[in-house]
């Protein structure tokens, strides 16, 4: 199992601005690797949208939760496939919370108790008040069964 996740320092600024830019609400988006390039995609957290359409199926809101369109990720994923590129990470931010990979982020990774990315990266943001606190990175590991923390680094611009 790999015992880190490398980001280039435009990836991780990218990715941490996004959660600075939608505090107090999470963010989400996948990291697309491309060359020597990591790619930060925004993605739309559509959660307010479903709790809004179902609060009882969909009991917490943006503030608490995120939910990527699969209709967006889709073309997201297709696109990066066709330009030969890959699908390295996915992120989301935790509004004033630490960065933990929680329940509900695990079951969301597995519907089906397998990941459905197995060798992609899980990367959770802490931001408190618009100051991001810590980043921390989680993958799978099979025989754990389970995602495990890893080091996050960056390479420099």
Not at 16 to 43: K, N, S, Y
Not at 134 to 141: C, D, E, F, G, N
Not at 144 to 150: A, I, N, R, S, Y
């Amino acid at each position: 199992m790999k015992t880190e996740v490398t980001l280039t320092e435009s990836a991780w600024n990218e990715m941490t601005r996004h959660a600075v830019e939608c505090f107090p609400e999470e963010c989400c988006g996948v990291i697309i690797r491309r060359g020597d390039l990591d790619v930060v995609q925004r993605c739309q957290n559509i959660q307010n949208l479903k709790h809004k359409q179902d609060p009882i199926n969909n009991p917490r809101d943006a503030t608490i939760a995120y939910s990527i369109d699969p209709q967006e990720l889709n073309v997201v994923l297709n696109a990066a496939a066709a330009s030969g590129a890959t699908l390295k990470a996915f992120y989301h931010s935790h509004p004033n919370h630490d960065a933990y990979f929680s329940a509900e982020d695990k079951a969301g990774a597995t519907p089906f108790g397998e990941p459905t990315y197995p060798d992609t990266a899980q990367i959770v943001v802490s931001i408190y008040d618009r100051i991001v606190k810590r980043v921390r990175a989680y993958l799978w590991s099979p025989e754990q069964q389970d995602f495990g923390e890893v080091a996050v680094t960056t390479l420099p611009l």
